[in-house]
C-alpha cells in the first residue's frame, strides 16, 4: 500500500520504528478498513474511501492482514482492530476463504460496529449453502468448503457468513455505482460516530455537483465509436474484463466489469487489449510508423531520457492520460462526453475545462470554485511572494487537490496549442502530475499532445453513417438511400454534418432527394480564409452549403425563424463557452436583415419545399433557440439559459457575416454583461477592440462607447481577474490594452476637432456644422483615464511589487 503521512496504515515492509510511531496514534482511530487482497479495482476503491474519509476529519486505518509477515505488524493491526470505533470491512469472494477477513467480520459482527461493503457481490451471492454447494456462476469455480483453506471451523464460518446477510449496516459496490456507495459511506460513517456535519456536507455537495459536472445532456443519439471507447478504458484504467461496459442505464452498449476478488485481467484480456492496440495502429491511416513508443516529457527532463519512455499504449494507464485526435467536427468531444457519462461512477466528479490558447489558464482557474478551494488566503499566506507567482500558486492549489486519492476525471476539450497563451506555459505544467488517481483525457485537432500517442478518430463507417442520418426514419426506397449516400459525400463525412442532416429530415418533411437538391441549387459563397483558420470549411464545400440551407430555412418559420438565424449570425463572435440565451437574442435583435435579392430565385424554389411550420407565439426567444436546438445548429448547455455552438459554426458566421454583427454584440456584452458571470464573453469583446499580441483591433467604437465599455466591463473584469484568480499579468495587460485605446481616442478626438475647427464657415451652412471641443467628454475622458491608472498602481501595491 502507499503510504502517506496523514494516513494510518501498515505493511509488511515498515520497519519497526514506523511501527512504534504508528501505534501511538492507534488509540484515536475512527475507523478500521480491512481487505483481503490487491486487486487494482479494489485498491483504487479503497484509497478513494479512505481520501474522502479523511477529507472530513475521520482518522483511518487500513489493513490488508493476508500481506503481513511481520509479528509486530499483525499485533498492531490486531490492536487497531479492538480499539477502532467502526469495523468497515470490504467484502469480496475471497474474504470467505481468508482467515483474517473471516476473523475482522467476526469480531465487528460480535461487537455490533460493523460496516459492511460488498464489493462486487450481490446479497443473494452471500448465502452460505449457495457457497458451499457451488451454486451460480461465481462460486461455481471458488465455492466450496472455503474454511478448509485456512484451517477454519465449519460452524464458525457458515454463522459468520448468514450474518453478514443480516447486518444492519451493509452496502453495495457494484460497476455502476462507486460514486454513490463511497459517498453513502463516508455519510455513513459520519452518522455511526455522531459527527452529523459530515452527512450533511456530503448531502450538500451531492446537491452542488447536480448539472454542473458536463457542458452538455448525453447524446440519445450517439452511434459507433465503440473501439474508441474500448481504447480510452484500456489507456486510463488499463484492464478490460469481459466484453461490457460500465452503464448506467440500459443502452445498446456493452460494459466493463472490475469486480473485487475475482481476476480483474485474464489472459483472454490481456490478448483482446493486445489486438485492440495492433488493430487501432493497423486501422489508423495517419498512425506513425514508430507507434510503439510513447515520450512523457515532464519538466526538468529531456524527451530522450530513458526514465520517460514508455511501450504500448496499454501502459499508458499508469500515467493516467489519454489524448483524442482528429479534424474539426469528426465527433472528438462526442467521445469523451460519452465516456464521461458512461465511467462517471469511478470519478469523484468530472471537471471539464475549454482548452482554447485564450482562455485555457481561466478555465481552469474557474476548477477552484468547482473543489472548494478558498484562493483568498493567498495573500495572506504570501506577504512576500511576488504576485507574479500567485497566478502559479492558484494554479498549483489546483493541482494539489488533483493528486490527492479522490480520482477525478480531467477532461480538457478542444486543446489548441501545447502552450498556454497569456505565460507560454507548457500543458505539463498546468496538469496535475500523472499516474495518480485522477485521469486526464485532452481532445485537439493536433496531431500530438506532450507526445503522447493518441487515438485518432477517422470518418464513421458506411453503415453507421447511413445509421446516424436516418435516426428513426423508417424504411427508405433505393433513391432514398442513394440520396443520403450523396449527402454524407457532400458535407465530406464530417460526423457533424450528417447529424444535422439527421435534424433536417427528422424535423422538417423534405425527403433526402429534396435536401440534396437544395444544396445543390444554392449559389456557392466565396469564402477568404488564412493560414491560422480550421480548414474544414476551406476545403469542404457541401459543409458551407448545407449551413446556408438551414439559415434559409429558418427564414420559412415566421419571425422566431429569422431570430433563430440572426442569432446563429450573432454567436460567431462570443467566446467559445456556452453563451447566455438573453444576451444572444439581445445582440441579433440589432442585426438587420440581410440583403438577399441576388438569391431571389433560389429562396422562391426552396419554399416550395411543404414543411412542417411552427406555430407563432409571443415567446420567441425560446422559440428560436428550441429551433436552433431542433436543427442541431446548437445544442443546449446544461446551464439552465445557455446555449452552445459549435467552433465551424461560429467560424462559418464569421467569415459569411460582417462587423456590424460584432458591434452589436460588443454592445450587448456593454449594457447587459456581468463580469462575475460572463466574464469569457466579456474578454471576448475584450479580444475584439484592444490590440492583444499580435493580433489587429477588429472594431472600433466611438469616444463614449469606449468608456461606457471600460468602465462597465474593463475595470470590474480586471479587479475580478486580479483578486480572484490572481491572474496578475492577464488583469494588468487588460488595463494596459484599455489605456493604449484611450490614448488613440484621445488623440484622434484633439485630430479631428482641430480639423474641423479650421473648416471655413461657408461650408458650415451646407449641413457640416464646425465641430466644437467638448469639455464635457474631455473631462470623462481623464477621469476614466485616472481610474485605469489608479486601478493599475492598487495592483502593483498589493504585495512586494508595491516598492519597485
Known amino acids: 500500500m502507499l503510504q502517506r503521512e496523514s494516513d494510518v496504515l501498515i505493511n ?34 479503497v484509497n478513494w474511501l479512505q481520501a474522502e474519509l479523511q477529507l472530513h ?47 475482522e467480520l467476526k469480531v465487528f459482527l460480535g461487537r455490533g460496529n460493523l460496516v459492511a461493503i460488498l464489493f462486487g457481490l450481490s446479497q443473494e451471492e452471500c448465502l452460505a449453502r449457495d457457497i458451499i454447494e457451488r451454486r451460480g456462476d461465481l462460486w461455481q469455480n471458488d465455492g466450496g468448503f472455503l474454511w478448509q483453506s485456512y484451517g477454519g471451523l465449519e460452524q464458525d464460518w457458515k454463522e459468520t457468513v448468514n450474518k453478514l446477510s443480516t447486518v444492519e449496516f451493509r452496502l453495495f459496490a457494484q460497476k455502476n455505482n462507486w460514486r454513490d456507495c463511497i459517498l453513502d459511506s463516508v455519510a455513513l460513517v459520519g452518522k455511526r460516530l455522531g459527527k452529523s456535519e459530515i452527512t450533511e456536507k456530503v448531502r450538500s455537495w451531492k446537491e452542488s455537483v447536480v448539472g454542473v459536472e458536463y457542458p452538455f445532456p448525453r447524446n440519445e443519439s450517439f452511434v459507433g465509436r465503440e473501439k474508441e471507447l474500448l481504447e480510452l478504458e484500456l489507456a486510463l484504467f488499463g484492464n478490460i474484463e469481459g466484453n461490457e461496459y460500465l452503464e448506467t442505464r440500459s443502452r445498446r452498449s456493452f460494459t466493463a466489469t472490475f469486480n473485487g476478488g475475482r481476476p ?33 516529457p515532464s519538466r526538468g527532463k529531456k524527451a530522450d531520457d530513458p526514465s520517460l519512455k514508455i511501450t504500448s499504449r496499454c501502459e499508458l494507464s499508469e500515467k493516467g492520460i489519454a489524448c483524442i485526435s482528429g479534424e474539426s467536427g469528426i465527433g472528438k468531444t462526442e467521445l469523451a462526453l460519452e465516456f464521461a457519462y458512461r465511467f462517471a ?139 443520403l449516400r450523396f449527402l454524407e459525400e457532400k458535407v465530406g463525412r464530417v460526423p457533424m454534418g450528417l447529424a444535422i442532416v439527421r ?22 459563397r466565396n469564402l477568404t480564409w488564412v493560414d491560422r483558420q480550421d480548414p474544414i470549411l476551406m476545403y469542404n464545400r457541401g459543409m458551407v452549403q448545407l449551413f446556408d440551407v438551414c439559415l434559409a430555412l429558418f427564414d420559412l418559420f415566421g419571425e422566431h425563424g429569422y431570430l433563430a438565424s440572426r442569432m446563429v449570425q450573432a454567436c460567431g463572435w462570443f467566446s467559445p463557452s456556452p453563451i447566455p440565451i438573453p444576451l444572444l437574442a439581445a445582440a441579433a435583435s440589432t442585426i438587420s436583415r440581410e440583403n438577399d435579392n441576388h438569391n431571389y430565385s433560389w429562396k422562391r424554389w426552396l419554399c416550395a419545399i411543404p ?62 454583461g ?131
Open 12 to 45: 509488511e515492509c515498515d520497519p519497526p520504528c514506523l511501527l512504534s510511531s504508528v501505534s501511538a496514534e492507534v488509540k484515536s482511530c475512527d475507523a478500521y478498513i480491512g481487505l483481503c487482497e490487491d486487486d487494482p479495482s479494489l485498491l483504487r476503491f
Open 57 to 103: 476529519g475521520v482518522i483511518c486505518f487500513i489493513s490488508d492482514r493476508s500481506s503481513y509477515r511481520d509479528a509486530h505488524a499483525h499485533c498492531l493491526a490486531k490492536d487497531v482492530m479492538d480499539s477502532a470505533t467502526l469495523g468497515i470491512v470490504l467484502v469480496t469472494p475471497k474474504t470467505f476463504s481468508s482467515p483474517y477477513g473471516m476473523e
Open 264 to 296: 480483474s485481467v485474464d489472459s483472454k484480456s490481456k490478448d483482446r487489449g493486445r489486438i485492440l492496440a495492433e488493430k487501432s495502429n493497423d486501422d489508423t491511416e495517419m498512425e506513425d510508423t514508430n507507434a510503439d513508443t510513447i515520450f512523457f
Open 345 to 483: 461512477q469511478r470519478y469523484k466528479m468530472v471537471l471539464w475545462v475549454g482548452g482554447e490558447a485564450r482562455y485555457l489558464c481561466q478555465n481552469y482557474l474557474n476548477l477552484l470554485s468547482f473543489l472548494g478551494i478558498d484562493n483568498s488566503i493567498l495573500f495572506e499566506d504570501n506577504e512576500s511572494t511576488s504576485l507574479e507567482n500567485l497566478e502559479e500558486q492558484s494554479i498549483s492549489r489546483v493541482r494539489k487537490e488533483l493528486m490527492r486519492d479522490i480520482p477525478y476525471l480531467l477532461i480538457i476539450d478542444n486543446l489548441e496549442s501545447d502552450k498556454e497563451w497569456w505565460y507560454e506555459r507548457n500543458i505539463i505544467d498546468i496538469l496535475p502530475p500523472l499516474g495518480g488517481a485522477t485521469h486526464v483525457i485532452i481532445s485537439t485537432r493536433m496531431p500530438h499532445v506532450m507526445n503522447i500517442n493518441p487515438i485518432r478518430l477517422l470518418y464513421l463507417s458506411a453503415a453507421e453513417a447511413l445509421g446516424l442520418m436516418k435516426g428513426s426514419i423508417g424504411d427508405l426506397p433505393v433513391e432514398e438511400i442513394s440520396a
Open 503 to 524: 435534424a433536417v429530415l427528422s424535423e422538417i418533411s423534405i425527403s433526402p432527394t429534396k435536401l440534396l437538391d437544395a444544396i445543390k441549387h444554392i449559389p456557392h
Open 611 to 672: 414543411c412542417v411550420r411552427i406555430s407563432h407565439n409571443e415567446q420567441l426567444e425560446a422559440k428560436a433557440t428550441e429551433m436552433l436546438v431542433r436543427l442541431r445548429v446548437a445544442r443546449v448547455s446544461t446551464r439552465s439559459g445557455f446555449i452552445y455552438f459549435h467552433d465551424i459554426i461560429k467560424l462559418y458566421m464569421r467569415k459569411r457575416g460582417n462587423f456590424a454583427t460584432a458591434r452589436s454584440m460588443v454592445h450587448v456584452i456593454m449594457q447587459y
Open 674 to 804: 456581468s463580469p462575475r458571470y460572463h466574464s469569457e464573453h466579456i474578454w471576448a469583446a475584450s479580444f475584439l477592440l484592444f490590440n492583444f499580441g499580435s493580433d489587429p483591433v477588429v472594431i472600433s467604437l466611438e469616444v463614449p462607447e469606449l468608456l461606457d465599455f471600460i468602465r462597465k466591463c474593463v475595470l470590474p473584469l480586471a479587479w475580478d481577474t486580479y483578486a480572484v484568480y490572481f491572474r496578475f499579468g492577464a488583469a494588468l495587460e487588460l488595463l494596459y490594452q484599455a489605456m493604449k485605446a484611450l490614448e488613440a481616442a484621445k488623440v484622434g478626438q484633439f485630430l479631428e476637432e482641430d480639423s474641423l475647427e479650421w473648416v471655413p464657415r461657408w461650408r458650415t451652412s451646407k449641413g457640416r456644422p464646425s465641430k466644437k471641443s467638448d469639455p464635457h467628454l474631455h473631462k470623462q475622458l481623464a477621469s476614466v483615464e485616472a481610474t485605469l491608472l489608479e486601478t493599475f498602481f492598487k495592483m502593483m501595491h498589493r504585495g512586494p511589487m508595491k516598492n519597485t
